[in-house]
């Protein structure tokens, strides 16, 4: 191979791998988060329908995340010996049934244990999905591949807010309520996309037949070569080490930060919204709910692809949050509906622009032989923030009458993530740490 040869392979194997992955991974996630957070939509019809308390959907919000927290760093361990191909469609047939069963619940046990169980299936999902990343594109071009997979979250509520609150008012089929409906129509589409993965993704560059052979060659020993860097820089070797190491620890307590925002937000933004104007019908509610997250997909790819190509990491994933988290507690204090709505775009803004840079952090010292364990521990740890963040919204709404108290305190929590983010300087490589000065 000559030279010009050899410059140019990089570039078009790596075009191939994003518009062969990314768009069916952000698809898969995009259904991924709005069967999570769909139980916020159905809320404006079903708490009323069962009779639940702000402070039992808060609770019901959150369990999801135990059965999550419990079985995600097994089910991850699981994926890394099976090939992500299977144990992904795995993950995405079973919750989308659990889905379609919560339609017919009839109290709050039943979601109690459905949710639970919901989380336990798709346990994996996520940190495999970023396991999976790690096979296919170098450190250098991760943060944007993590970012454009996180507009996911945007997207699944740009999309997910209209349609889920038009189900709800306008389909009533068979005489079933329309949250009913809501779990029904949006489970389907795990359970078809979970046959349609085993058959679409690859586990491998080097299993890739839609690659030429130069350029399976060239991506899998580009992968190799930064693992052994990883492994010569003092990366761990059993799971013992990944287990105890505080670097693991400090990622996983900033991420749970950001968890409690990004969900003690997104399960009550549309009974937030509805307190602005209690006159607005669900399907207005959907419609407003998709500017904060608009704005946000925007964001935080721009957001990452600064941070990709300044090579800077800390400030990138600290600023986004210690201003989403003032923006977000100033939101359950000022009195005009306008300029609180406004500081909430701020702070979804805030939390969504942290994740790209934030998950290019444990690659800095995890190579691949302990890459699932880390991501899985930091993501499991994190995740607690999913309990607490809805769990959190639902009690102090339920004393306080208003959602303005949950509104400052889970501020405070995505600003401490903010910080925490600023202090891991402490630990970077020196390269690292120059950038991020």
């Known amino acids: 191979m000559n030279t010009r040869e050899n410059e140019e392979i990089g570039p078009r194997t790596l075009k191939k791998v994003s518009a062969r992955l990314l768009p069916f991974l952000i ?53 890394q010996k099976t090939g992500a191909r299977t144990w992904i469609a ?56 993590v970012a454009l997979l996180m507009t996911a979250l945007a997207i699944s509520t740009i999309v997910g807010a209209p349609v889920s609150t038009w189900i709800l008012d306008s389909i009533h089929w068979f005489g079933m309520e329309g949250w009913r409906w809501l779990f029904v129509l949006e489970g389907l589409p795990a359970v078809i996309l979970g046959l349609v993965t085993y058959w679409y993704l690859t586990d491998r560059p080097e299993d890739a037949r839609w690659l030429e052979q130069e350029e399976r060659d060239w991506l899998a020993g580009e992968i190799r070569k930064e693992n052994s860097e990883r492994q010569k820089q003092g990366g761990h070797r ?5 287990v105890t190491d505080r670097r693991v620890w400090h990622l996983a307590l900033v991420y749970c930060m950001l968890v409690i925002a990004l969900y003690g937000l997104g399960f009550w933004m549309p009974q937030i919204i509805r307190s602005m104007n209690g006159g607005l019908s669900n399907t207005s509610i959907g419609l407003i709910m998709t500017v904060p997250y608009a704005c946000a997909g925007v964001a935080m790819i721009l957001w990452s692809r600064h941070s990709d190509r300044t090579g800077e990491r800390r400030w990138h994933t600290a600023l986004p949050p ?21 500081l909430l775009v701020i702070a979804t803004v805030g939390i969504f622009c942290a994740f790209g840079p934030f998950w290019t952090l444990p690659s800095i010292f995890l190579a691949e032989i302990t890459a699932a364990a880390g991501i899985a521990v930091i993501n499991s740890v994190g995740n607690a923030g999913g309990f607490v963040g809805p769990t959190l919204m ?40 120059r950038n991020a000065r």
């Open 238 to 242: 059993d799971l013992t080490s990944v």
């Open 322 to 342: 210690l201003i989403g988290g003032l923006a977000l507690a100033g939101s359950g204090v000022v009195a005009s509906p306008g300029w609180a709505f406004l």
């Open 90 to 145: 795995r993950i995405l047939i079973s919750w989308g049934i659990v889905v379609i069963i919560t339609a017919f619940a009839t109290g709050a046990l039943q979601l109690a244990v459905l949710r639970f169980v919901l989380g336990v299936m798709e346990a994996g999902f996520f940190p495999g999905i970023l396991l999976y990343l790690t096979y296919w594109f170098r450190e250098g071009e991760r943060a944007k591949a």
């Open 27 to 79: 698809l898969l996630y995009v259904i991924a988060y709005l069967d999570r957070v769909n139980f916020g939509f159905a809320a404006l019809q079903m708490n009323s329908a069962l009779g639940l308390s702000s402070e039992v959907f808060g609770f019901l919000s959150g369990i999801f995340f135990i059965g999550y927290l419990l079985f995600e760093l097994p089910s991850n361990l699981i994926l």
């Open 394 to 433: 639902g009690y102090l709404t339920q004393v306080t009458g208003s959602t303005h108290a949950g509104l400052v305190v889970i501020g405070a929590c995505l600003a401490l993530g903010g910080a925490g983010a600023a202090a891991v300087s402490r630990w970077l490589p020196a390269e690292t740490s």
